[in-house]
């Protein structure tokens, strides 16, 4: 079982380009394009076409993608019965494995079988499920991700009503007085990225801008940082 000794570094911005938005035929060269991008993490969102209506990776493309880089993979769990599928991810080489509530009946114990098998634990929800709905696992995982769009596509336009779930999840992490880090994903560009931090996100996930970029990956992902950060 690999050992993820991943600690992201608390209060910094983080990108985590999605590979959904690369080109499935060059995965190993669309995450070496992403170095000096000063992308932190990779996210890989794994669909099976019943939670949301599309197919994406398995465990052997995470292998796969394991050999080509050194940075954190992180997995969004777009899947029914995520917990019976920890195991063969941790294995493959996940450092974060990301479960979504909304498939999770017993959320708690899920999130704390991710962090027995050495990975960073997340909880995401869709659009049309509350914040509150974390509000009793958030000490239980290191990673609140909240749905920007509804899953299942890249390319998407950010629905901003969501940016209120964003406020709602930071001010409850923060009265809790965790750790947690904040998450947003779906649609997340030049022209929002800021509004997300703004709103409490510290982890901006983004597919379309990075790997759309005309300048390449590595060019969309410090594009979307420099926006982020106001280009501290
Ligand atoms: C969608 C995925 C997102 C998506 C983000 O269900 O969870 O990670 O790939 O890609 P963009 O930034 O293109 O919306
Ligand atoms: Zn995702």
Partial sequence: MPRSTWTPCPGAIHLAPSVLAADFGHLADAVRALEGGGAER?????????????????????RSLRRETELPLELHLMIVDPERHLVTFARAGADGITV???????????????????????????PSTAAHHLDDVLEACDLALVMTIDPGFGGQELIPRTLHKVEQVRREVERQGLATEVEVDGGV????????????????????????H?????????????????GD
Wanted: charged share 15%; with cysteine.
């Fill in 42 to 62: 990779i996210h890989v969102d794994v669909m099976d076409g019943v939670f949301v209506p599309n197919f994406t990776f398995g465990t052997d493309t995470v």
């Fill in 100 to 126: 979504h509530y909304e498939v999770s009946p017993h959320l708690h114990r899920t999130l704390g079988a991710i962090r027995e098998l050495n990975c960073r634990a997340g909880a995401a929800i869709n």
């Fill in 214 to 230: 005309p300048g390449g990956p590595a060019a969309g992902a410090r594009a979307v940082l420099a926006a982020a950060t106001g």
């Fill in 189 to 212: 560009d030049t022209a929002n990225a800021r509004a997300c931090v703004e709103a409490g996100a510290t982890v901006l996930v983004s597919g379309t801008a990075v790997f759309g």
